[in-house]
């Protein structure tokens, strides 16, 4: 098939309808919808203004409420289960069969981050008769060195998490609440036993629509594919499998310049008014930096494990996003009810004075949806202090 020619700027705007951030039609039904159409939201235990999977919910969809967030990923029945994709993710439970190619990669190398503990089939049994259950409940989760000192039965939770053997579909606060997969993955979707290639051959599909135009390396990263499961993914876009169609994007470097769409994307030009928002390191239209850098010509990196003293642009620094492009940053804070710019920086070329409306925009409709009602900007570029004082005022 010879592929479809697109510009940079007709890719990314494809992108960003495909990741709910043009156009209200990508923002229809609210927390669950979205969770569907990203295919896949990042989990990160840092909370500034809020934890990332709210947010990455908040970038879309405004000030929707946070307790319907949450009920969007954890709610009984099961809308949603814990598993690993791009990194640890809220995934939707319908998608529950197609991650058996890890399951079964798991258990083949009976090792991830530790051995596998001979406890492991007591710790099952435990849960099999007194689930649903929390670390707490078996034993705790540390034994009191550092975060990876993890004890005994912490191990074994984890790794019956990984095989399947249990499942997290809501939490407690910020803890995981583990039960048996056949007592909380719906029978249907548990009877289902896909091959290593029809999972991945799926995956990408939904990769690719939610990441809206893609390169190979693209998708391996949204899925973290090692070489064998690469090898299936290769022979998926090769043979038509996937349902993507091949693209070029000229402007891109040349090496990525050959990508992947839905065709359903293709077939309308993307309009309808942007969103004006921070981003969450973490979410799925920055994740990727390579990708980033290659889409928005954004260099995205999270600074929260670099050294203070080394830090460039903060702790957790927010990517702001006004008119479809990625115009500067925010590391964010809160002191009570006030929410704290500790340092704001915008990108080369971008006017201090076209920046500083959305700049403040995006600064009070985060700091109404923590409920802040205050704004205070500690560090900013010289030239951007008197444009968005006017603006913020």
């Known amino acids: 098939m010879t592929p479809i020619t697109l510009s940079a700027d007709e890719a990314r705007r494809i992108i960003l309808r495909a990741q709910g951030f043009l156009g209200a039609e990508a923002r229809r039904g609210g927390a669950p919808a979205t969770l569907r159409r990203l295919g896949a939201v990042q989990l990160d235990t840092i909370s500034v ?12 969809l405004g000030a929707v409420g946070r307790r319907k967030v949450e009920l969007a990923y954890w709610d009984a029945p099961a809308r949603a289960f814990e598993y690993w994709c791009h990194a640890a993710c809220v995934l939707p439970i319908e998608d529950w069969p197609l991650y058996a190619f890890r399951r079964r990669a798991f258990r083949t190398r ?3 981050w530790h051995e596998v503990p001979p406890t492991v089939d007591k710790v099952l049994e435990q849960v099999r008769e007194n689930g649903p259950v929390t670390t707490a409940d078996i034993g705790g989760a540390k034994n009191g060195g550092p975060w990876w000192d993890w004890s005994d039965s912490k191990i ?4 019956l998490l990984d095989t399947g053997e249990v499942v997290c579909t809501r939490r407690v606060g910020w803890r995981r609440v583990y039960d048996l997969a056949e007592r909380a993955v719906p029978a249907h979707l548990l009877g ?8 991945v051959t799926r995956l990408a599909r939904i990769a690719g629509r939610a990441l809206g135009v893609a390169t190979r390396a693209d998708l391996v990263d949204f899925l973290r594919l090692g070489a064998a499961h690469s090898a299936l993914l290769d022979a998926a876009l090769r043979d038509g499998g996937t349902g993507l169609v091949p693209v070029h994007v000229s402007g891109w470097p040349d090496r990525s310049a050959t990508a992947w769409a839905d065709p359903a994307a293709l077939e309308t030009a993307p309009r309808g008014r942007h969103r004006t928002t921070l981003l969450s390191p973490f979410d799925s239209l920055i994740w990727d930096r390579a990708r980033t850098a290659r889409v928005f010509g954004f ?34 804070a809160r002191e009570g009810s006030t929410l704290v710019a500790r340092q704001i920086g915008l990108e080369p070329g971008i006017s201090p004075h076209k920046a500083a409306g959305p700049l403040a925009e995006a600064l009070h409709e985060a700091a109404d949806w923590v409920g802040c009602d205050s704004v205070r900007v500690e560090r900013a570029d010289p030239s951007l202090h008197e444009a968005l004082a006017a603006a913020m005022r």
């Open 110 to 112: 009976r090792f991830r």
């Open 299 to 332: 260099n995205h990196r999270l600074e929260a494990y670099v050294p203070k003293a080394k830090r460039v642009h903060g702790y957790f620094t927010m990517p702001l996003l006004a008119g479809g492009r990625l115009i500067g940053r925010v590391d964010p």
């Open 192 to 199: 289902e036993d896909p091959t290593d290639a029809e999972c």
């Open 49 to 60: 203004l809020a934890r990332s999977h709210e947010l990455v919910a908040y970038a879309r």
């Open 156 to 159: 074994a939770i984890e790794w």
